[in-house]
């Protein structure tokens, strides 16, 4: 997740110095229904709670972007497990470019490899970028709804969506921590509120059953587009989700690879400890309010236990429980 404050929205944007596309946003924005979370400004545009900061974007996106059959999408929620999805995967498509001692991983954060539909490809700058410059595979990442991805990427192609999601209690605790840390937008937000939100659909892409339940009815559907995964389940065999992921973008592992060891290699290149003690991750910025080692906190399962008491458990229990009734999907 990145910049989402309201410092960074463009100001009303007058005739002389906009583009149509920031003119059609600006009135379409005012049509939609808006609010102030937690200081982070966000519209409802198509059921998806968005930053506005990157409403015009994500319009751009919709209207521009056109998905190549090799394409691969990393779609998920903020805090689900992004930045790792992201290093695995690129360390999953390169691993005959770069040498394991050599690679872009040691030196650069997952999130800067591979970039954003929203937040970096269609930025308030890129009206249009020319994306045929960038070779197959491309690989990018949304932290939009399976819906809104629809006329963009999975009608029209036979690109690949991955799509990671992890237990609401401790992904809402994972949010809090880092919405709490931007600099400069950061400020403290009682848990009880801010959890009181999240329980109301009302956080960045939220709210959170529908993006989750978006991804799962599609993989259910058309389990060669969408690929489910869970970031416990990474945690618990990340050998075993690796072999599928590169089977899934179809870069599967040789046997002679697999007994070289390559996918452990791999998987302790992309691991958190690794990656949370690289220098770059260490002192780097990711964003003028954002440092990259806000995406490498504890990296565990069940740390939202430290923080929640037993009736904020319920109440996100009960919601799950009622949102997500009769799917088939368990956390
Ligand atoms: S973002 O901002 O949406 O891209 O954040 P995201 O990467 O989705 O989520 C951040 C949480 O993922 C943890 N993390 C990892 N876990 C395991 N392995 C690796 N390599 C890894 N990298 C990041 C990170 O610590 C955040 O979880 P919490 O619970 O806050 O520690």
Known sequence: MENINESSVPARV?????????????????????????????????????????????LRCEKYFK??????????????????????????????????????????????????LEFNIYDQENENPDLDLIPDPRIFSTHTHYDSLVSTVVVESKCRVIHICRNPLDQVISLWHFMINMIGIGRFVPL??????????????GPFWEHVLGYWNAHLKSPEKVL?????DLKKDINFSMKKIAEFI???????????????????????????????????????????????????????????????VDRIEKVVEEKFEGSGLKF
Request: hydrophobic residues 35%; charged residues 25%; negative net charge.
């Open 14 to 58: 007058d005739a002389e110095d906009s583009s149509t596309d920031d003119l059609q946003g600006q009135e379409l924005l005012q049509g939609l229904e808006k609010a102030s979370w937690h200081g982070v400004s966000l519209c409802k545009y198509k059921g998806v709670w968005c930053p506005l900061t990157v409403f015009v974007p994500t």
């Open 67 to 116: 998905a190549r059959d090799t394409d691969i999408i990393l779609a998920t929620l903020p805090k689900a497990g992004t930045t790792w999805l992201k290093a695995l995967t690129f360390a999953v498509v390169n691993r005959s470019r770069y040498p394991l001692d050599k690679h872009p991983l040691l030196t650069s954060n997952p999130q800067s490899l591979i970039p954003s």
């Open 192 to 205: 009880d509120e801010f959890l009181e939100t999240y329980c109301q659909g009302m956080h960045v892409y």
């Open 228 to 232: 489910f995964l869970k970031y416990e």
């Open 250 to 312: 179809g870069f599967p592992f040789s046997l002679e690879e697999e007994k070289a060891g390559l996918i452990e290699e791999i998987a302790k290149l992309c691991s958190f400890d690794k990656l949370k003690n690289l220098e770059v991750n260490k002192v780097g910025m990711h964003s003028p309010h954002i440092k990259n080692s806000y995406f490498f906190r504890k990296g565990e399962i069940g740390d939202s236990a430290n923080y929640l008491t037993p009736h904020m």
